[in-house]
């Protein structure tokens, strides 16, 4: 998780460490951490909430919520511009700056916690208990066909015709 919280630093890091310069890399991007995180992270939601047997649709919402939480949480925004946030002329671009730092810091700690919750406290519903935000509206119920006489798409038809 730490890693998530920094990905452009622990991204070159590796790279020196390795001693791969930018000419030989095959990526050289830190997208490549924050992407792959936030992959793990919505496959292990996923995986947890089916586990749990909820149906698909709420499994791929809690996936979904998850995701867009670890893409802000892992987003690589240099924490080093916070050092020197006040020479920055401008004030509104001052207030962006802490504004996007304390959404990353914020969204960080959530997984953190919901993560520490899973793992330390073995509460394995913490996934099917997440409140996820999306609105969706039921689809509307569809007349119900019973036997074989409703199987092709001109008998559905038929049947809708002749019930107005």
């Given at each position: ?16 460490a ?27 939601t ?10 698909g ?15 802000v949480a ?14 920055i ?20 700690l ?49 049947k ?5």
């Open positions: 998780m730490s890693i998530g919280m920094m990905p452009e630093i622990v991204f070159f890091l590796m790279r020196w390795g001693r791969v310069v930018t000419q030989d890399a095959l990526i050289n991007s830190p997208w490549v951490i924050t992407i792959g995180f936030t992959a793990f992270l919505v496959y292990f996923l995986s947890r909430c089916y586990d749990e047997e909820l149906p649709s709420e499994c791929w919402l809690r996936a979904l919520l998850v995701g867009v939480v670890g893409m892992f987003f690589p925004f240099p924490l080093g511009i916070l050092a020197n946030v006040r020479e002329p401008d004030p509104w671009l001052r207030k962006v700056v802490y504004l996007v730092a304390g959404t990353k810091g914020v969204t960080w959530y997984l953190l916690c919901l993560l520490a919750r899973y793992y330390l406290f073995s509460n394995h519903r913490v996934f099917a208990n997440l409140i996820y935000v999306y609105a969706y509206e039921e689809d509307e119920q569809l007349p119900e066909c019973s036997g074989e006489d409703a199987t092709e798409p001109e008998q559905v038809e038929r809708a015709v002749d019930a107005e």
